[in-house]
C-alpha cells in the first residue's frame, strides 16, 4: 500500500534516498509517496533549486518502481498511448486534466520566494504551460516514470491505465 506522508525526509529516508539516486539528493521538498514502512517511492521537488527552474515536481526514486516502468516502457507503449489520446476523447481529456492537475500542485507548492524567482527571472510561462516533466506538448506522452510519479501523488491518467493494465504496484509486494 501507498502512504503519502508529504513531510520532509527522516535521516533513514535520506540514507534509502541517497542509494536509490546513486548521489545525494538536492532540492526535495518533502517525500510525496513512501510505502507503509516509510521507504520513499516518490519525491516532491522544489520548482527551483539553485536559481533555476527544477525539471520535475514529482521524482520517481524507487528502484523496483523505475525498473518496472523501463520494462513497460521498453514495450513501446508510448507511441501506442500517443495514437489512444489522439482516438480517444475521453481519454485525451483526463490525459488533459492530468497535466493541469501537474501545473495546479506546482504552483500550489510553491514558495512565496519560489514564485518571486519565477517572477523576476522570467519562468512564469514555462510553470504554467509546461506539464508532467516538462512537457509543452500536452497531446504527447513523455517518460512513463514521471507520469507514474504524479500519478501517485496526483490525477494522472496514463498512471491509472498502467495500473490497470500492469499492476505495477505488484513490484513492491
Given at each position: 500500500m501507498v502512504i503519502?506522508?508529504?513531510?520532509?525526509?527522516?535521516?533513514?529516508?535520506?540514507?534509502?534516498?541517497?542509494?536509490q539516486l546513486g548521489?545525494?539528493?538536492?532540492?526535495?521538498?518533502?517525500?510525496?509517496?513512501?510505502?507503509?514502512?516509510?521507504?520513499?517511492?516518490?519525491?516532491?521537488?522544489?520548482?527551483?533549486?539553485?536559481?533555476?527552474?527544477?525539471?520535475?515536481?514529482?521524482?520517481?526514486?524507487?528502484?523496483?518502481?523505475?525498473?518496472?516502468?523501463?520494462?513497460?516502457?521498453?514495450?513501446?507503449?508510448?507511441?501506442?498511448?500517443?495514437?489512444?489520446?489522439?482516438?480517444?476523447?475521453?481519454?485525451?481529456?483526463?490525459?488533459?486534466?492530468?497535466?493541469?492537475?501537474?501545473?495546479?500542485?506546482?504552483?500550489?507548492?510553491?514558495?512565496?520566494?519560489?514564485?518571486?524567482?519565477?517572477?523576476?527571472?522570467?519562468?512564469?510561462?514555462?510553470?504554467?504551460?509546461?506539464?508532467?516533466?516538462?512537457?509543452?506538448n500536452w497531446d504527447?506522452?513523455?517518460?512513463?516514470?514521471?507520469?507514474?510519479?504524479?500519478?501517485?501523488?496526483?490525477?494522472?491518467?496514463?498512471?491509472?491505465?498502467?495500473?490497470?493494465?500492469?499492476?505495477?504496484?505488484?513490484?513492491?509486494?
Open positions: 503519502r506522508p508529504e513531510t520532509a525526509p527522516d535521516e533513514r529516508q535520506l540514507a534509502l534516498i541517497t542509494q548521489r545525494a539528493p538536492r532540492g526535495i521538498q518533502t517525500v510525496a509517496a513512501a510505502t507503509q514502512d516509510g521507504t520513499p517511492l516518490v519525491l516532491r521537488m522544489h520548482a527551483i533549486v539553485d536559481d533555476k527552474p527544477f525539471p520535475t515536481h514529482f521524482w520517481l526514486c524507487s528502484d523496483h518502481l523505475k525498473v518496472a516502468i523501463s520494462r513497460i516502457e521498453a514495450q513501446g507503449v508510448i507511441k501506442a498511448l500517443e495514437s489512444r489520446l489522439q482516438e480517444e476523447t475521453d481519454f485525451m481529456a483526463a490525459y488533459r486534466r492530468s497535466h493541469e492537475d501537474y501545473v495546479a500542485q506546482r504552483w500550489q507548492t510553491m514558495s512565496d520566494a519560489e514564485r518571486d524567482i519565477v517572477d523576476r527571472q522570467g519562468y512564469r510561462d514555462l510553470f504554467t504551460r509546461r506539464g508532467i516533466g516538462g512537457i509543452a504527447q506522452v513523455r517518460c512513463l516514470h514521471m507520469q507514474y510519479a504524479h500519478h501517485l501523488c496526483g490525477d494522472n491518467a496514463i498512471g491509472r491505465w498502467m495500473d490497470t493494465e500492469y499492476d505495477v504496484l505488484a513490484c513492491l509486494r
